[in-house]
């Protein structure tokens, strides 16, 4: 550790003997109003060819500085106008003037030597941006204000859909919970990523029980940025990468704006969407609402959700600014239950379960201030917080029966209605508080430009869960009856204290003009502990307690070590790019692996963490004006993997299984057809893209039986998403088909029994495919929406639950309807 620190201290005095020198080939950018001729201020510009996003300043102008002459693709990005992409070729300083549509009008031809593109909403992260560095690693940025789809209903098939490889589960309660995986990473509440809102974290636990009960709305994202496995240096330990939802906020050229959507859809979907922001010279203020609530496409689906934000910031000039958020979120939800293969094949929108909810009650703070220094060098420092419960009742088969499937176990009734047995309750209350430290330094390595980053991070949390018999009632009562019901199986009450300190640093050297190598380096101290006491029972064959025992536990695992890896770019002539990247990965046990008792499995007392590494390569670029491509090849070294086997005396055991391997190749991509149409006048628009992800894996080692040689789990060999957009005028219609091929959810590939207790728990999910239809018909300041998800009317799965919302198969939604309306003033 000591070594560490004194590498660290001798880069941070090395770096500031550096001089500035300027070396770069400069292009003054205009933006106007295409209407007005007004200057634009606020226009955000990346590209592959600058450092970072640059920022049109009030008098509409961006100074450009290239590395080199080249051509290259601009991104030009701002809330109230169009989004662009030109090819722009660069060979000595210059000035050029861009004319931008506005938002609430229809689109025509762009006045500069370029030919208007449509992007499907993605995006690469520049190598730089305000204390982060992307350059090297697997980058996606998904823009919303260009994604078709189901956007009041949260619907992921649609927003993701040109993300490479993501597996969703589609539980279909609205879009209240986001469920999504990747590179044979479990999809369930997106607990392999590691998710943020505004750069800051927003689940449960990091660490410790890093599950994302709270996703904020679609409409009021502004971007959502996607890093993969490599991002484990800056922002932690995942496998999966990370997911950043960037928020909308109002444009530093207005005074006021509101805005709004509502969407209204089958079995009384209701969705309500207002937003509204304000300038005030240096003050600014954000703020959103959402009401959400619906029946739900199965008996016993019900479900309501509120969301709100506010924001408040002070931004005196361009070098400092301060800024204040709060979120809040309350859902509740009616789970309707868990269904085996054969109620599946007979009715898969049957429920088995008429009294489980979930209840969600989150509460997220940051406060977070950036500061420029001199010679571009850039910090920043926010802390954050959160408080929040996530709660559960439910009748989840009767827990003295070891052997009786809890899907087909019958919630048996007395003689006035009343139920037999009381419901599973399990509490959980979360508190955390954190705080993260960033310093940017620009400096110059052989006359080229090079940065180097320096954070710490520091992490406390306070968690508490206590499983117990709930009411016996039907209605959503979260109260304790353990004093009622005191030899209730299910009985333990824990305290889950976790701390984090890290320190990272990351480096951009320039090799050439077009090369660079990102190395970079994280410590990491994780204390992991377990303050509790449990029940144990022993019941007869009529289900009669016979012994009970009551357990005391206390566990502490210290941890330190160290994260390496490194990356590299080269950038071709006209923008083609090449990435490498290797990182470490590290993923701590759950406290959910610890001390909660599930009807579906056991779980190892001896259970580890997870360690490995994931390795990226590939290219992206643009062929003509039209066509666009990303090509990509990773591997995932998996140690460890925790996942669910069955042992010798058939119990279903949740432990490390082994050692995987996991590799495939990921595709975009994309190609405008709007000059093959319309060369003239522009009133025609087409574009298509293919999304396609090959896949394959193996365990190479493990020490249980019948799973070395086996294909790791929750793995389509093929993932394609595809669409095809087309407009004219004011109307655009798209369509999206998306397949995915057969998967296991368990390490030894267990195949689907029937007449087992284990049936719907264990078995693959077969290959499906779905069709989605979506259109848009713009006005000036009005925009109706709508379409039909599942088109032809698929019935599929994406999920056995071993748990809430089962456990068992967890149906995915027929075809269903939507129609929207949304809004947009300013001034």
Partial sequence: MNKFFFILSFIIVNVFTFNEVSCQINVSVQFQDRQSLSPINGV???????????????????????????????????????????????????????????????????????????????????????????????????VMNTVKGDLGNNNSRQVYAQVAGLNIYENNDGGLQLNIGGRGLDPNRTSNFNTRQNGYDISADVLGYPESYYTPPTEAIKEIRILRGASSLQ??????????????????????????????????????????????????????????????????????????????????????????????YRYLSMQAGGLTDEMFLNNPVQSTRERNWIEVDWNLFNLKMAKNLPSNSRLSFQVFGLIAERNTVGYRGNPTRLNENPITSIDEQQADG???????????????????????????????????????????????????????????????????????????????????????????FPLTDQTSITPGIRVEHILTKANGEYLQLVFDNAGNAIDSQSFSEEREVPRTFLLAGVGMSHTFEKGHKVIFNISQNYRSITFSDIRVVSPSFVVDPDITDEKGFTADLGINGKLGQSFSYDLNSFSVLYNDRIGIILDSRANRVRTNIGNALIYGIESLTEWNLTKMLDSKNNKWKASCFLNMAYTSSQYLESEENNVEGKKVEFIPAWNIKTGFTIGYNRLTTNVQWTFLSDQFTDAQNSLAVIGDFREGIIGPIPSYNVLDLHFKYQLKRIRITGGVNNLLDRSYFTQRATGYPGPGIIPSQGRNFYLGVGYGFFM
Wanted: charged share 20%; proline share 3%.
């Fill in 44 to 142: 955000e510009i990346f590209s592959g060819g600058l450092d970072q996003i640059q920022k049109s300043a009030e008098n509409g102008i961006a100074v450009l500085g290239f590395k080199n002459a080249g051509e290259y693709a601009l991104n030009i990005f701002h809330e109230s106008f169009e989004f662009q992409t030109l090819l722009l070729n660069v060979h000595q300083d210059t000035s050029i003037t861009i004319l931008m549509d506005p938002l609430s009008y229809e689109l025509s031809s762009i006045e500069i030597t370029a030919q208007r593109q449509s992007l499907f909403g993605m995006a690469k992260l520049p190598d730089v941006e305000d204390t982060y560095i992307y350059a090297g690693k697997k980058t996606e940025m998904i």
């Fill in 418 to 508: 009343s139920y037999l047995l009381p419901r599973d309750l399990i509490l959980g209350s979360f508190k955390n508080a954190g705080m993260e430290f960033r310093f940017l330094k620009p400096f110059t390595l052989k006359k080229r430009k090079a940065n180097l980053l320096i954070g710490t991070k520091i992490y406390n949390a306070l968690n508490t869960a206590q499983q117990g018999s709930g009411t016996r009632d039907i209605d959503a009562d979260f109260s304790s009856t353990i004093d009622l019901f005191p030899t209730y199986p299910n009985q333990s009450e824990f305290e889950f204290p976790n701390f984090n300190a890290a320190v990272f640093t990351e480096a951009i």
């Fill in 235 to 328: 922002y932690g330990t995942q496998f999966g990468g990370l997911i950043d939802f960037r928020l909308n906020e109002i444009s530093t050229d207005e005074k006021w704006r509101i805005s709004g959507n509502h969407t209204i859809g089958s079995f009384n979907s209701l969705t309500s969407f207002h937003s509204a922001g304000l300038n005030h010279k240096a003050w600014s203020l954000n703020t959103y609402f959402k009401h959400q609530r619906g029946d739900g496409f199965r008996a016993n689906s019900e479900y309501k959700g509120n969301h709100f934000f506010i924001s408040g910031a002070y931004k005196p000039n361009e070098d400092f600014s301060i800024r204040l958020e709060y979120t809040a």
